[in-house]
Each structure stands twice: as structure tokens, then as C-alpha cells.
T-cell receptor, first 113, second 113 residues
Framework: DTGVSQDPRHKITKRGQNVTFRCDPI?????LYWYRQTLGQGPEFLTY????????KSRLLSDRFSAERPKGSFSTLEIQRTEQGDSAMYLC???????????FGPGTRLTVT | AQSVTQLDSHVSVSEGTPVLLRCNYS??????LFWYVQHPNKGLQLLLK??????LVKGINGFEAEFKKSETSFHLTKPSAHMSDAAEYFC???????????FGTGTRLTIIP
């Protein structure tokens, strides 16, 4: 069990650019979640997958955001035309079948200049 | 609907003294409740969970929490604080059948040597 991994750990981009983040869940965890955490706040839910199906999206996930989980393994989160308000920590979590708790990765910190 | 209120944004205790971090929750159904800890530049780590079994829950590193339905509370305690306990602590709720976790705004715990 190597834990949830995320790449990159840090990303600095200019406003208007597109960025993509990757999350590798713990193996055999069929559920995968994305959260966003801004400074001084708790993480907020963005979306989740059960296997390859995206089953729920938060209102926070604007049209500029898209997430995929091809083949039910790793997931990517893309932000198009980034804005300064997108600056945050993006967290990925996974959950095994039958469990209630989620296991979090170290996050990707995005800074939009 | 589900929500969490962490009653203190910052708690300071002396090393070796008890720790109490307070959390009240709101949930429409039988909730699952969690405490997560976040050390600087580290990912969120699960401390303990309540999922409708015993109301007194023991977690890692000597932490405990008690589920009190009548008070809608889930306070986190530890008998004796250690310097390594300094971190941000999040109380988290999830309704049965709801995939997303709802986080409180966090309590920063400072340990005074």
C-alpha cells in the first residue's frame, strides 16, 4: 500500500493557461474523489468517480473544469483558461469498497499569476 | 443536508496537558463522523472515525472522540499533548448514502513547550 499519489505537487501558471493534474489512487480502491482547499478553509468536494463513471459534480466545478478516470484507475483534473481564483490546493482521495473513510493524497498546489 | 461547526479556530495548550477540540455537526440522517489531521506540507491523515458502532471512538496517537447524539457533538480529546500534535485538525461529516465529505473550517492546535 503506497498511498494516494498526486502529480505535480506544485504548479505555477499564468492566467489563461490550461493545467492538468494527475491522481493515482490506492490500488483496488474503486471510488476516487477530488476536493479543493483554499487558504484557511477546509477542503470542499468537487467530484467523484466510482470506477470509470463520474457520478456526482459539485456546483463548484465550473465548465472550465473537467475530470476523467479512464479505465477506472488514475484520474486527471483539467482546468482550462485558469483564473486567479483557481489558486488553491487540489486534493485527491480514494476509498475502498465497504469502507466509510477516504484516504487523501498530498495534494497539488496551484498558483495562478 | 450536512454541516460541521468547529467551535475554535485556534487552541493552545502546554505540553503534557489535555487537549479538547470541539465539533458540532448537523445531519439529516445517521451520520458518519471523522477527525482528520493535516501537518504542514503533508496530506490529510485520518485520526479516527465513528460509523454507528461504539460512541466512544479511539484513534491513532492517543486521540479519542465521543459521539453524543443529544448534543450533536463529536469532540476530540487527548489526555496529554505532545509537541508533535501541533497541526490543523478537521472535523468531518458524511450522511449515510452521501459520497462526499463535508469538512469544518479547521482548528489549529499549538503546543507550548
Amino acid at each position: 500500500d503506497t498511498g494516494v499519489s498526486q502529480d505535480p505537487r506544485h504548479k505555477i501558471t499564468k492566467r489563461g493557461q490550461n493545467v492538468t493534474f494527475r491522481c493515482d489512487p490506492i490500488s483496488e480502491h474503486n471510488r476516487l474523489y477530488w476536493y479543493r482547499q483554499t487558504l484557511g478553509q477546509g477542503p470542499e468536494f468537487l467530484t467523484y468517480f466510482q470506477n470509470e463513471a463520474q457520478l456526482e459534480k459539485s456546483r463548484l466545478l465550473s465548465d472550465r473544469f473537467s475530470a476523467e478516470r479512464p479505465k477506472g484507475s488514475f484520474s486527471t483534473l483539467e482546468i482550462q483558461r485558469t483564473e486567479q481564483g483557481d489558486s488553491a490546493m487540489y486534493l485527491c482521495a480514494s476509498r475502498p469498497p465497504g469502507a466509510y473513510e477516504q484516504y487523501f493524497g498530498p495534494g497539488t498546489r496551484l498558483t495562478v499569476t | 443536508a450536512q454541516s460541521v461547526t468547529q467551535l475554535d479556530s485556534h487552541v493552545s495548550v502546554s505540553e503534557g496537558t489535555p487537549v479538547l477540540l470541539r465539533c458540532n455537526y448537523s445531519s439529516s440522517y445517521s451520520p458518519s463522523l471523522f477527525w482528520y489531521v493535516q501537518h504542514p506540507n503533508k496530506g490529510l491523515q485520518l485520526l479516527l472515525k465513528y460509523t454507528s458502532a461504539a460512541t466512544l471512538v479511539k484513534g491513532i496517537n492517543g486521540f479519542e472522540a465521543e459521539f453524543k447524539k443529544s448534543e450533536t457533538s463529536f469532540h476530540l480529546t487527548k489526555p496529554s499533548a505532545h509537541m508533535s500534535d501541533a497541526a490543523e485538525y478537521f472535523c468531518v461529516v458524511s450522511n449515510f448514502g452521501n459520497e462526499k465529505l463535508t469538512f469544518g473550517t479547521g482548528t489549529r492546535l499549538t503546543i507550548i513547550p
